[in-house]
């Protein structure tokens, strides 16, 4: 008798928080996967609004600057839209290599390593 009511009392949890979302919903008030009409930037399009982005890693400015997407461009036309596997295993690319020896340059160090998160 115990297990059936508490699996009563979790279907009925489950399907507040379902309805809790959806009058969220309703108001205009959930945040989760709204449509972004624009590019990625500082500022988005949502709705037909413009809004401040402070959920992105945009906050440099940099995801739509001329110069970022002309090169962007260049890399896809020579190296493909990505490299097809671990970077440890078969995706180091001299532009990477390139852009180590750069950042230890800038930093003043004998050498950088750059690597995605592993959530990606």
């Known amino acids: 008798m115990g297990n059936i009511l508490r699996e009563k009392i979790l279907a009925r949890e489950k399907s507040a928080a379902h309805h809790a979302a959806e009058r969220a919903m309703a108001q205009g008030a959930y945040p989760y996967f709204r449509s972004i009409e624009s590019a990625q930037d500082t500022e988005v399009i949502i709705n037909g609004q413009k809004v401040l982005m402070f959920g992105s890693n ?4 940099l995801t739509n600057h001329p110069k970022v997407k002309e090169a962007a ?3 896809i036309e020579q190296y493909g839209s ?3 596997g671990s970077r440890f295993l078969n995706g180091t690319l001299d532009i990477h290599q390139e852009l180590e020896r750069r950042l230890a340059e800038y930093v003043g160090k004998d050498a950088a390593w750059c690597s995605a998160p592993a959530s990606r």
């Open 58 to 61: 945009a906050y440099l400015g």
């Open 82 to 84: 990505g490299c097809a």
């Open 73 to 75: 461009i260049r890399a």
